[in-house]
């Protein structure tokens, strides 16, 4: 089956503490992309990457790290995470220039 | 700066009423337009979407959406709800590539 998926589904850490959230694809894309959903703001861009090793940020990317180092992975990683890093993260995936398939999502409280 | 506009937070309808939500988008060029839905839970699935061609749009779960260039609009229809719509339900514009710019959402209520 298609299929994005993220790990974990949910995530309590404290200040400070590294964590990193896993995303793979089976679906060979090139282009993957993490988003954060906060109420009010709908979802914004935090990373992107259109293949291996090559990133870029999107629009709210202070205080996260991504990597690419195969096609099918991509992970976030927050070095020193801070409570306004709460949220609730997407990954998603796609070929290029065509429709993103979304992952179900990581609920992160950072205390 | 590519930009999406849901004013409404929240809609509250009675099942088996008509339902449309708002969306207004703000690009420079021809827009590609996006629904989503967001089960509580879930990730986001995408309902329906507009590239070119025909301004009504007909997706899946019996939604569809009309994209008006002179109002910078792409609202959401059904013509029945259905108690398992009760999600929230994104506006996107494509910005390019693969981006999405998304709006802050609208989440629907539905009362029996």
């Known amino acids: 089956e298609a299929q994005v998926t993220q790990n974990p589904r949910y995530l309590i850490t404290v200040t400070g503490k590294k964590l990193t959230v896993t995303c793979s694809q089976n679906?060979?894309?090139?282009?993957m992309s993490w988003y954060r959903q906060d109420p009010g703001l709908g979802l914004r861009q935090i990373y992107y990457?259109?293949?291996?090793?090559?990133?870029d940020k999107g629009d709210v990317p202070e205080g996260y790290k991504v990597s690419r180092k195969e096609k099918r992975n991509f992970p976030l990683i927050l070095e020193s995470p801070s409570p306004n890093q709460t949220s609730l993260y997407f990954c998603?995936?796609?070929?290029?220039?065509?429709?993103?398939?979304f992952g179900s999502g990581t609920q992160l409280s950072v205390l | 700066a590519q930009s999406v506009t849901q004013p409404d937070i929240h809609i509250t309808v009675s099942e088996g009423a008509s339902l449309e939500l708002r969306c207004n988008y703000s690009?420079?060029?021809?827009?590609?337009l996006f629904w989503y839905v967001q089960s509580p839970g879930q990730g986001l699935q995408l309902l329906l979407k507009?590239?070119?061609?025909?301004?009504l749009v007909q997706g899946i779960k019996g939604f569809e959406a009309e994209f008006k260039r002179s109002q910078s609009s792409f609202n959401l229809r059904k013509p029945s709800v259905h108690w398992s719509d009760a999600a929230e339900y994104f506006c996107?514009?494509?910005?390019?590539?693969?981006?999405?710019?998304f709006g802050a959402g609208t989440i629907l209520r539905v009362k029996s």
């Open positions: 998603a995936s796609a070929r290029l220039n065509e429709k993103l398939f």
């Open positions: 679906m060979n894309h090139e282009y």
């Open positions: 990457s259109m293949n291996v090793e090559v990133t």
């Open positions: 690009y420079g060029a021809t827009p590609y």
């Open positions: 507009y590239f070119s061609g025909d301004t």
């Open positions: 996107a514009v494509g910005a390019g590539g693969n981006k999405l710019v």
